[in-house]
């Protein structure tokens, strides 16, 4: 089956895909990170709770919530097992390319819908062709947990459909953006592992300053939706060498951001 090319009627939407594709990658193996990253203890990578959520649960923007520790290790290694599965091809890891042919510095692998700048298919379209790996019930369980604990969950069932993987390896970043191919309105869900982020919001209507940033370390889940789930939104630093040691995932940080589309 061909893929499924969806596009938006938005400026950017509007952009053909560039013709030259990804760049297929790879992870190192399992088991082979290099020494001197900090070994973090559980204990100091984990908050305080007082009073359930409070103190841990913060709202940087409005319908924007921050949860610290939210993924206890176990849950953080589970999915660090399940990344270095998705990543391998067929319609594995690579690095975007977006529509003026710039390869992006992060690594992408997609479930449920294939993404590239700036559409959704259901085949890699810019690598191999082959249909997107499914998006595992585990993760949509996930998503709508994390809805609900952060107030999120609305009168409609969330049904997440949807899995947008990013790498970021030593000195990767992500220049701010929309979310803004998916015809939902639905909460945009991010987990973060590994290296400590700094995470930068602007504006639904621009890009530039003020900026609000967000440090989202290993285990940290952010939800945006409302007013701002079209909100521009980067990543412009990753501090190298905060992954917990008891953590294997190659030098970078993992984030998982899960969507609903609405696409048909």
Excluded at 204 to 214: A, C, I, K, Q, S
Aim: net charge neutral; aromatic share 6%; charged share 20%.
């Amino acid at each position: 089956m061909s893929g499924i090319d969806v596009r938006l009627p938005s400026a950017r939407s509007r952009m053909r895909s560039s013709r030259l594709g990804g760049v297929p990658t790879t992870l190192p193996a399992s088991g082979s990170t290099p020494t001197g990253q900090l070994s973090l203890g559980l204990a100091a990578n984990q908050p305080t709770v007082v009073d359930g959520n409070a103190q841990r649960l913060h709202r940087p923007l409005a319908d924007v919530v921050h949860i610290s520790g939210w993924l206890d290790a176990a849950e953080q290694q589970e999915l660090v097992e399940q990344f270095r599965q998705w990543a391998i091809p067929p319609a594995g890891l690579r690095h975007p390319r977006v529509p003026t042919g710039h390869v992006m510095s992060v690594q992408s692998v997609c479930l449920g819908w294939h993404w590239q700048p700036y559409a959704y298919s259901r085949t890699a379209d810019d690598t191999d062709h082959a249909p997107v790996k499914p998006m595992p019930s585990g993760l949509v369980e996930l998503a709508c947990r994390a809805v609900a604990v952060a107030g999120m969950a609305g009168d409609v069932a969330y049904g997440p459909d949807a899995a947008i993987v990013n790498f970021y390896a030593p000195d990767a970043r992500l220049g701010l953006h929309q979310d803004g191919e998916e015809p939902s309105d639905a909460p945009v869900v991010t987990i973060s592992l590994g290296d400590t982020c700094t995470f930068r919001m602007a504006g639904v209507d621009r890009r530039t300053g003020p900026f609000t940033d967000v440090e989202l370390r290993s285990g940290d889940l952010l939800v945006f939706g409302g007013v701002n789930r079209r909100i521009y939104h980067g990543v412009p630093k990753v501090a190298r060498g905060t992954t917990p040691g008891w953590l294997d995932l190659p030098p970078g940080r993992l984030s998982i951001t899960l969507r609903e589309t609405g696409l048909p």
